[in-house]
């Protein structure tokens, strides 16, 4: 970790680097462990968004504008807020460390007023509610929505897999410092976490189940089983200052009757 921030990398990335250059930065910094050996929450994905570019020739920004947001009728999904759009940019707190309640964070936000270098793979969208939903309708049918198929469904099921060895979860292959989601009875995807075993995880919910959380207490889940998806939109960091996910999954869960 002190060597990532010692490289820039806190808090998101180099601001005049882009995502060429920063893959190149990281190649240069040793792993944490061996790869397979164990799970750790990593810069992984914003790796894998260099692989498209590399494979695609293009830049993941407009690859993913003409393969997934496009297509998807995402049109207020993007990489940055216009000064027209920025009085509608949600603002970002924080909780105050004594009283726990919540403090703007004046400036923090403010980093999505302008178009960045590098497009990572790993995070830096800025969406709307109604954006959002149509993306994860989309993975809940199988990867298709409004007759635009994105995803095989094969697709989306294997990515909705546990991918941990021997089908162990995150409490068994994972390293204790992530709060954003539970560890017992949770494994891993592609990009999401998978529950397992509901009783495991302590928490109402589905096996198979796929969901992941943001950094600033936002939460997501797909439910093939209940046919349900869920989101949870909010802007406090971190994530860990109240239990909002468990409790928003057993609100939710016990108001299935059916």
Same mark, same amino acid.
């Given at each position: ?10 808090w ?6 882009? /995502? ?7 190649? $240069? ?12 929450? %990593? ?21 993913? *504008? ?5 297509? /998807? ?24 460390? =004594? ?12 980093? %999505?007023?302008?178009?960045?270098? $590098? ?11 109604h954006d959002?939903? *149509?993306?994860? =309708? ?13 995803? $095989? ?15 162990v ?9 992530? $709060? ?7 494994g ?8 397992i075993?509901p ?5 109402p919910? %589905? ?24 989101q949870?939109?909010? =802007?406090?960091?971190?994530?860990r ?13 016990q108001s299935?009757?059916?």
């Amino acid at each position: 970790d002190e060597m990532y921030r010692k490289a820039g990398f806190e808090w998101g990335m180099p601001p005049e680097l882009d /995502l060429e250059a920063i893959v190149d930065k990281w190649a $240069a910094l040793p792993l944490l462990f061996q790869p397979g050996a164990e799970w750790n929450y %990593s810069v992984g994905l914003d790796v894998l968004g260099r692989v498209l570019e590399v494979i695609t020739g293009q830049r993941l920004d407009q690859l993913m *504008r003409t393969r997934l947001l496009e297509p /998807l009728g995402m049109n207020e999904t993007t990489w940055f807020v216009d000064e027209a759009h920025a009085p509608r940019l949600a603002r970002l707190y924080g909780a105050d460390p =004594q009283t726990r309640k919540a403090v703007y964070m004046e400036g923090m936000d403010r980093g %999505s007023l302008r178009e960045p270098k $590098a497009h990572g793979g790993g995070g830096g969208l800025v969406s709307t509610a109604h954006d959002y939903h *149509r993306f994860t =309708q989309m993975l809940l049918r199988g990867g298709e929505l409004d007759g635009v198929r994105i995803l $095989a469904p094969g697709t989306v099921k294997y990515m909705a897999s546990n991918h941990l060895p021997g089908g162990v979860d995150l409490a068994a292959f994972g390293r204790p410092l992530f $709060a954003e989601t539970t560890f017992d009875g949770v494994g891993f995807g592609l990009g999401v976490s998978v529950t397992i075993d509901p009783v495991k995880a302590r928490v109402p919910g %589905s096996a198979g189940e796929f969901a992941w959380g943001g950094a600033a207490s936002t939460a997501f889940w797909v439910d093939p089983v209940e046919d349900l998806t869920v989101q949870f939109f909010t =802007q406090l960091l971190p994530s860990r200052t109240h239990p909002i996910r468990s409790q928003l999954k057993q609100l939710v869960y016990q108001s299935i009757i059916t």
